[in-house]
């Protein structure tokens, strides 16, 4: 089992802790969050993501910068309109867990897990 943390640097030595905190401080923001979440099932233009997330496209091609700096989030040009998709699925996992650990917070049955149930 200590071969397959050190595989995937998931020991508490690892070199990309620090890194991790990073990824964590960029996440610690509603407006990147929903971003994330608006752009999980596919690419969408600035002004789009900026309506569904409810603030300025300038303030959404901001936090759009800072996420693609962060690799987070990349690019494709379509024509005039750039197009903004997820890098990888890790930020839209981190995202849903965080809101998963959300719901335990306030206490009962999680809607994640009643979901799971349901298909079960």
């Known amino acids: 089992m200590n071969a397959d ?13 620090e890194l991790a905190v990073e990824v964590f401080a960029m996440l610690a923001d509603a407006t990147r969050v929903r971003i994330i979440l ?3 099932d596919g690419e969408m233009a600035v002004g789009a993501l900026a309506e569904l997330v409810g603030k300025s496209p300038a303030a959404v ?9 962060a690799r987070m989030v990349s690019t494709r040009q379509d024509g005039t309109r ?7 699925e ?8 965080a809101i998963f650990q959300a719901e335990h917070a306030l206490g009962g049955t999680p809607a994640h897990h009643r979901e799971e149930r349901a298909t079960a």
Do not use: I, P, T
Request: aromatic share 4%; glycine share 2%; net charge positive.
């Open 82 to 88: 750039v197009m903004y998709r997820l890098e990888n």
């Open 61 to 69: 091609s901001q936090h759009l910068a800072k996420m693609r700096l």
């Open 38 to 40: 608006a752009l999980r």
């Open 5 to 17: 943390k050190n595989a995937c640097s998931l020991g508490v030595d690892s070199q990309y802790v």
């Open 90 to 97: 890790h930020a839209r996992q981190l995202v849903a867990d």
